[in-house]
């Protein structure tokens, strides 16, 4: 990798459910091994890049959230990442959310710094499944037809799409726009999706190529990608989440629904039968596919891979809805997960038994909160706020009880 004169930056920014999970565990999961490349990631975890894209696009912060807030924290990021040595990578897909002014402010941001831009973009064709399933994983209550008509039929062909959920992060040839509008063309790459079919890690394979490095410098199989849920297994979370009390706050939803039923849970499940798009959309799919693949030879961008992996693939099996899932596969699913939260609650509450006995005393409130924050990070980050509160409280006390110096 050549040494540039000043810090080299390239901003991933999207777009969700193409590959971005898998290609930042590949990143995060080899972090020494690309530092030895002059790779840095900035920020001590992925959460960093995630906080940082919810600062940029001004998201609104529930006032309970635990993670802490959001506030400067796009700034914090870019700061660490005009510091590399060499090339830094910031990566997180809701980045793709931003409109025209947050893009150039994060632009302006790295003024000192070469400044690439990194969009990865998949096929409608398969999108739209996941991006069905991912909405049910984020509390939607809405059935994939009803979900689906939206999508196509009203909002597609709002003059203003991006207004919408959806299009607001694959509205390709907009996003480009927004991001590219204060950069030189061959400093924004299009990294397309590869299909199915490919090699697990060609899509890292054209990302290292983006970033300038060997990609055999990192060990794909330490990755898990963003896994996909059976019917079953999605129609049951869509339905927990229409009986859940709305009360329940979303960063506890995330921790214990989406984190732990769906992605711990059910996603490890032998899949029944994946959801297809009908037949009768193929047609619109073909014509996006078409529409974005002429935008894009349009333009003067780096266009990593090939164009046709935009174009949607003739389906070769059987087009599973979710008004195919019979009782018998939801009751199979719904006793996985109660056995799983069972037995979680169980290994919870043995832990806590264990710690009594060894310590020889009596069960208290405080020893069930400290094994329980043992077991879920959703309380550990709630534990670890507690203490530095505390011991910012302490600072203070000492301070005021200190004689000033004059």
């Not at 995630?50 to 993670?67: I, K, N």
């Not at 009768?280 to 014509?287: G, I, L, M, T, V």
């Not at 037995?343 to 038994?353: G, I, W």
């Amino acid at each position: 990798m050549a040494v540039s004169a000043k810090p080299v930056v390239y901003l991933h920014v999207g777009e969700p459910k193409t590959g971005t999970t898998f290609l930042q565990q590949v990143m995060w999961q080899n972090r020494p091994e690309l530092a030895r490349c002059g790779v840095l990631l900035p920020g001590m975890r992925p959460l960093a890049h995630w906080r940082a894209s919810q600062d940029l696009c001004g998201v609104q912060q529930a006032p309970d959230d635990p993670v802490g807030p959001f506030n400067g924290a796009w700034d914090r990021l870019a700061r660490l990442a005009l510091g590399a040595p060499c090339v830094a990578v910031i990566s997180h897909e809701l980045f793709a959310a931003a409109d025209a002014e947050q893009a150039a402010r994060a632009v302006a941001s790295f003024d000192e710094a070469e400044l690439h831009v990194v969009l990865t973009v998949r096929d409608m064709a398969t999108l739209l499944p996941a991006e069905w399933q991912e909405s049910v994983k984020h509390r939607t209550t809405r059935a994939w037809d009803d979900w689906l008509g939206d999508v196509i039929d009203r909002e597609s062909i709002d003059p203003d799409r991006r207004r919408w959920g959806f299009w607001r992060v694959h509205d390709t040839l907009e996003i480009l726009r927004a991001w590219s509008a204060d950069l030189p063309p061959e400093r924004v790459h299009v990294i397309t999706v590869p299909p199915r079919t490919a090699a697990r890690d060609l899509l890292w394979h054209r990302f290292a190529e983006v970033i300038g490095i060997d990609p055999a410098a990192a060990d794909t199989s330490r990755a898990r990608s963003n896994a996909s849920l059976g019917l079953a297994e999605v129609e049951l979370v869509r339905r927990i989440n229409q009986a859940l009390p709305e009360q329940m706050p979303d960063w506890s939803y995330m921790h214990t629904v989406k984190d732990f039923l769906a992605q711990e849970v059910l996603a490890g499940r032998p899949a029944a039968g994946q959801l297809e798009l009908p037949a009768d959309r193929d047609s619109w799919a073909c014509e996006q596919g078409q529409l974005l693949v002429d935008g894009l030879k349009a333009s003067d961008y780096d266009i990593v891979g090939d164009l046709d992996d935009l174009l949607p693939q003739p389906s070769s099996g059987p087009r599973y809805q979710p008004g195919q899932v019979s009782s018998e596969q939801m009751l199979d699913a719904s006793v996985h997960a109660i056995v799983s939260l069972v037995s979680d609650r169980v290994a919870a509450r043995e832990q806590v038994r264990a710690a009594q006995e060894l310590a020889g005393k009596q069960p208290t409130v405080k020893d069930a909160l400290i094994a329980l924050s043992e077991r879920h990070a959703a309380m550990r980050r709630v534990r670890r706020g507690y203490w530095y509160s505390i011991n910012f409280l302490r600072t203070i006390r000492r301070a005021a009880r200190s004689p000033r110096k004059r």
